[in-house]
T-cell receptor, first 113, second 114 residues
Framework: EAQVTQNPRYLITVTGKKLTVTCSQN?????MSWYRQDPGLGLRQIYY???????DKGDVPEGYKVSRKEKRNFPLILESPSPNQTSLYFC????????????FGPGTRLTVT | QKEVEQDPGPLSVPEGAIVSLNCTYS??????FMWYRQYSRKGPELLMY????GNKEDGRFTAQVDKSSKYISLFIRDSQPSDSATYLC??????????????FGTGTRLTIIP
């Protein structure tokens, strides 16, 4: 089944404790992206990757890091999480950059206390 | 001012009613207009997309774009309880030029009452 998977689905952590949210797609997509979804603000892009070893900032990259060492994986790293990073996070992929159809993962709900 | 404005609702209508969901936008460079549907505890999934102005129909769903008014709509006919979800409009400029990111509305939560 073609899909985007994220882990963990739910995470509660404390300020400053480094964490990684994994994202994997099995569709051989070149483009992958991370979004956060907050009430009243909608989906905002954090980082994106056009292909392996090619990443760039989206609209709200502060406090986040990403890497793309393999085509299928695109982990999101929070080196020192803060409470304002409490949010619902989605990973998405598409065949190439600039595609209108992006396939989203199921989401990771992160709470930072 | 946000680039894309969408009434968050919530919107509740009886089963069988016609539903109208709308977004307005300010960026005249937007050329591609999409509607994503997001069920509770799920990621968004593409429902429909249109290019430039005009209408597009797919079953019970019709997407309409009026670029002169910077206004897009999604109509759902014969609404069903399974249509209950959050509907997100999304827009983009010229695609296939790299990271032509999607700019999303905040979403409208829709409930169809049996």
């Amino acid at each position: 089944e073609a899909q985007v998977t994220q882990n963990p689905r739910y995470l509660i952590t404390v300020t400053g404790k480094k964490l990684t949210v994994t994202c994997s797609q099995n569709m051989n997509h070149e483009y992958m992206s991370w979004y956060r979804q907050d009430p009243g603000l909608g989906l905002r892009q954090i980082y994106y990757s056009m292909n392996v070893e090619v990443t760039d900032k989206g609209d709200v990259p502060e406090g986040y890091k990403v890497s793309r060492k393999e085509k299928r994986n695109f982990p999101l790293i929070l080196e020192s999480p803060s409470p304002n990073q409490t949010s619902l996070y989605f990973c998405a992929s598409s065949l190439k950059g600039g595609q209108h159809e992006q396939y989203f993962g199921p989401g990771t709900r992160l709470t930072v206390t | 001012q946000k680039e894309v404005e969408q009434d968050p609702g919530p919107l509740s209508v009886p089963e069988g009613a016609i539903v109208s969901l709308n977004c307005t936008y300010s960026n005249s460079a937007f050329q591609y207009f999409m509607w994503y549907r997001q069920y509770s505890r799920k990621g968004p999934e593409l429902l429909m997309y249109t290019y430039s102005s005009g209408n597009k129909e797919d079953g019970r769903f019709t997407a309409q774009v009026d670029k002169s008014s910077k206004y897009i709509s999604l109509f759902i006919r014969d609404s069903q309880p399974s249509d209950s979800a959050t509907y997100l409009c999304a827009m983009s400029g010229y695609l296939n030029f790299g990271n032509e990111k999607l700019t999303f509305g905040t979403g409208t939560r829709l409930t169809i009452i049996p």
